[in-house]
């Protein structure tokens, strides 16, 4: 069974960092995409920034410039380095992983979420 532990989230001023981590675990072949998504309050999920295999990345607009996205292959992390955050960055952030599981087909996985709260 294939698992997304995210941690790092939590309460910042406005113009503060945060790093979120995720690290997928179980009986994975092999990780293809490797990205965070956010749904803030009334909002729909959106994606943030994503990672492909060989190292690829892109970014929502808006975080463009505040935002690193970075993964680890061989320990089947993936990272998101927040700086200069702002209030509307409040949201759950998701951890999203493309994984070819043991005797599966290649599917989506996320985690379970972590809460990011900017205060003004």
């Known amino acids: 069974q294939v698992q997304l532990a995210e941690s790092g989230g939590g309460l910042v001023q406005a113009g503060g960092s945060l790093r979120l981590s995720c690290a997928a675990s179980?009986?994975?072949?092999?990780?293809?995409?490797m990205g965070w998504y956010r749904q803030a309050p009334g909002k729909q999920r959106e994606l943030v920034a994503i990672?492909?295999?060989?190292?690829?990345?892109d970014y929502t607009d808006s975080a463009k410039g505040r935002f690193t996205i970075s993964r680890d292959n061989a320990k089947n992390t993936v990272s998101l380095e927040m700086n200069a955050l702002k209030p509307e960055d409040t949201a759950v952030y998701y951890c999203?992983?493309?994984?070819?599981?043991?005797?599966?087909?290649?599917?989506?996985?996320w985690g379970q979420g972590t809460q990011v709260t900017v205060s003004s």
């Open positions: 990672a492909t295999r060989g190292g690829s990345t």
């Open positions: 179980g009986n994975i072949y092999s990780i293809d995409d």
């Open positions: 999203q992983a493309r994984i070819w599981a043991v005797g599966r087909s290649i599917s989506d996985y």
